[in-house]
């Protein structure tokens, strides 16, 4: 039996202000090199990813003009205002071979230390349902604070995970719950939160915990160290 190929969304229309400056994040500098490039890189090198398909801000002028990678086909498309907008532009740009009962990956472009055993780990796994996540129990305390920044409340972290990407899903039903969430207002925070809205529960796989989102200029420090230990 051959294995599952699939495609893979890349939102990469955001701006990345808590890092600073002009520069949107995903094209800062990581190792010597722009941080979305890790990211593709890594992407690309899995053996059951077939092409990746990078979604750009309107008026993107960084983006390298990247057309393959590792043999697979590089495209691009123009994402929107939000995150859910992006990955819905990206799944309906994807090419005609990718069929709607299809499954379709979704990774955030700030996310390059992803374990590529974790990507099939979740193909393998999510495959065999309706989709799902990579993720991790949650392991610390859980705090709630008050408007003064002190802690009120501690909170069960039984059954609580944090969730990382990729995710997948179905094409057809994954553009489905994203419409259906733009057209109820509802500003979805990623692709699972869209598909629990619209009646489906995703797999939770776990992965590693070192599958950070570059999201602080320190971030960038460890996601250095992380990928040269990785290499």
């Known amino acids: 039996m051959n294995s599952p190929q699939v495609w893979c969304v890349v939102p990469s229309a955001g701006r990345g202000t808590r890092v600073g400056g002009d520069c949107p994040k995903q094209y800062l500098p990581l190792a010597g090199r722009p941080l979305i490039e890790h990211t593709l890189e890594r992407l690309a090198a899995h053996p059951q990813i077939a092409g990746l ?11 390298p003009s990247i057309g393959m990678l590792h043999g697979k086909p590089v495209l691009t498309a123009v994402g929107g205002a939000e995150r859910s907008d992006s990955v819905l ?9 990718v069929g709607a009962n299809d499954f379709v990956l979704v990774h955030d472009a700030a996310r390059p230390c992803v374990r590529l055993a974790d990507i099939g780990k979740l193909i ?8 799902g996540l990579l993720g991790a129990p949650l392991r610390d305390t859980l705090k709630r604070a008050d408007a003064a920044g002190r802690s009120e409340l501690t909170e069960p972290r039984d ?4 969730a990382f990407t990729p995710q997948m899903f179905r094409r057809a ?5 994203l419409r259906d969430a733009a057209r109820r207002g509802v500003n979805v925070s990623d692709e ?6 619209a009646g489906f529960a995703p797999l939770l796989v776990e992965g590693a915990e070192d599958n950070i989102k570059v999201t602080t200029a320190a971030d960038f420090a460890l996601a250095e160290f992380l990928l040269a230990r990785t290499a």
């Open 173 to 177: 039903q994954l553009s489905m719950a």
């Open 192 to 197: 699972a939160m869209a598909m629990e809205q």
């Open 159 to 162: 059954q609580r995970w944090r």
């Open 89 to 97: 532009a990206g799944i309906d740009a994807l090419p005609e071979v």
């Open 53 to 63: 398909l990078v979604v750009l801000g309107a008026t993107d002028t960084h983006w």
């Open 124 to 131: 393998e796994r999510a495959g065999a349902v309706d989709g």
